[in-house]
């Protein structure tokens, strides 16, 4: 492979990169603003057993390989893209990069610290059927938990501006 060929592939591969870091951060940040803006009001109005029994089943649901590429895809993918731009002696993204690495890094810890311990909990309660104060249980898991996935949403959203417009400052610097 010649230079020039060994060019193209790394500026082809730092533009998949961010590309990819672009959807994943996207689909989290929609994921999140999804819960934020119909999923927990719509549960909001349901009683209570309904409400814990639905969480239940989409704290297990969500579990899986599509979720799991996007919540942990983007924040490798941001980071990968800015060690590419890092190494290519672009700097112009690399604030950027920066920054939504920053924030998905937020999401992570947010989730791990507040949400999923509140999801473990709820599990732990058992049945909505044989709860002798489905109320409390609830009480103690909605509030705490759309609190922070609020926060999770305006930070994976940020995130999503951020990755987004490294690649078009990266776009604009290859360009030029």
């Known amino acids: 492979?010649?230079?020039?060929?060994?060019?193209?592939?790394?500026?082809?591969?730092?533009?998949?990169?961010?590309?990819g870091a672009v959807l994943t951060t996207g689909w989290s940040a929609?994921?999140?603003?999804a819960?934020?803006?119909?999923v927990m009001p719509g549960l909001a109005v349901v009683g209570d057993r309904a409400f814990i029994d639905t969480m239940q089943r989409i704290n297990t649901a969500i579990l899986n390989g599509w979720f799991m590429l996007s919540f942990l895809g983007a924040p490798v993918l941001i980071v990968a893209a800015g060690v590419l731009q890092w190494r290519a002696g672009?700097?112009?993204?690399?604030?950027?990069?920066a920054a939504a690495a920053v924030l998905s890094l937020a999401v992570?810890?947010?989730?791990?610290?507040?949400?999923v311990p509140l999801n473990d909990r709820l599990a732990a309660a058992g049945a909505p059927d044989?709860?002798?104060?489905?109320a409390a249980v609830r009480a103690a898991f909605e509030d705490v938990w759309v609190r922070w996935n609020?926060?999770?949403?305006?930070?994976?959203?940020?995130?999503?501006?951020?990755?987004?417009?490294?690649?078009?400052?990266?776009?604009?610097?290859?360009?030029?």
Do not use: H, K, Q
Not at 30 to 33: H, S
Not at 90 to 97: C, E, F, N, Y
Not at 130 to 134: E, F
């Open 150 to 176: 609020v926060v999770r949403a305006v930070a994976s959203t940020a995130a999503f501006g951020c990755v987004t417009w490294a690649l078009v400052v990266a776009g604009r610097s290859s360009a030029a």
């Open 1 to 19: 492979m010649d230079e020039r060929t060994g060019t193209r592939s790394m500026a082809a591969l730092r533009t998949i990169t961010l590309v």
């Open 108 to 115: 992570l810890v947010i989730t791990g610290v507040v949400n």
């Open 90 to 97: 672009s700097r112009t993204a690399l604030a950027w990069l």
């Open 35 to 38: 819960y934020a803006c119909s």
């Open 130 to 134: 044989a709860l002798t104060d489905p």
């Open 30 to 33: 929609g994921l999140f603003y």
